[in-house]
């Protein structure tokens, strides 16, 4: 057993009946009153989000998980595959199991949670950026730069993401896989 001090970004815990990951929480220490901790907590079976207020020192059922790394090999329909990088097993999952499985490219080595008790899949995490090829997007329009202008582009996975009118098609651009959004271009 945990207690609220314990929670952390990526934590699992038991709640309702199913596994959730923590993937927002804030401490709250209000002038008035008792301290609670605020998160957001995304159930690992469904993928469904929900915010929970927890009061301080309320006992809460961690889950004992395992990371491996995995190379992501192929999709299937909604069913993505991959492979260990240190055995080469393969194990295939279902696309709510990730994050932004967008923006995932063939090739692309991601961590797997595991819960150790059953040695079952829980989430995927994406690294915290990837590199894709812009595929298609509109030319800019010169002398429109005076504000923070931004294009649709659509990268070489398919996913659509806004871009600088500076960014063309063909080059590589650096993408935060958590906000699903531009960060730079890429340097070669």
Do not use: W
């Amino acid at each position: 057993m945990a207690s609220t001090s314990d929670i952390r970004k990526g934590l699992c815990i038991r709640y309702n009946h199913d596994i959730f990951k923590i993937i927002e929480f804030l401490h709250v220490k209000p002038g008035k009153g008792p301290a609670f901790v605020r998160t957001k907590l995304k159930s690992v079976t469904t993928g469904k989000v929900i915010d929970n207020t927890f009061s301080a020192g309320h006992k809460i059922e961690d889950v004992r998980v395992e990371t491996r790394s995995y190379q992501y090999l192929y999709p299937e329909g909604d069913t993505f595959h991959f492979m260990n990088t240190d055995d080469y097993n393969q194990i295939s999952l279902q696309k709510d199991a990730l994050d932004a499985p967008e923006l995932l490219k063939e090739g692309e080595v991601v961590t797997i949670i595991f819960n150790t008790e059953d040695n079952m899949p829980l989430s995927v995490e994406m690294p915290a950026s990837v590199i894709l090829e812009v595929t298609h997007t509109e030319p800019g329009v010169k002398g429109n730069t005076a504000t923070n202008a931004t294009k649709p582009a659509t990268v070489e996975t398919g996913a659509r993401i806004n871009v600088p009118l500076f960014i063309n098609e063909g080059d590589k651009i650096k993408i935060d896989t958590e906000k699903g959004a531009y960060m730079e271009r890429a340097k070669e």
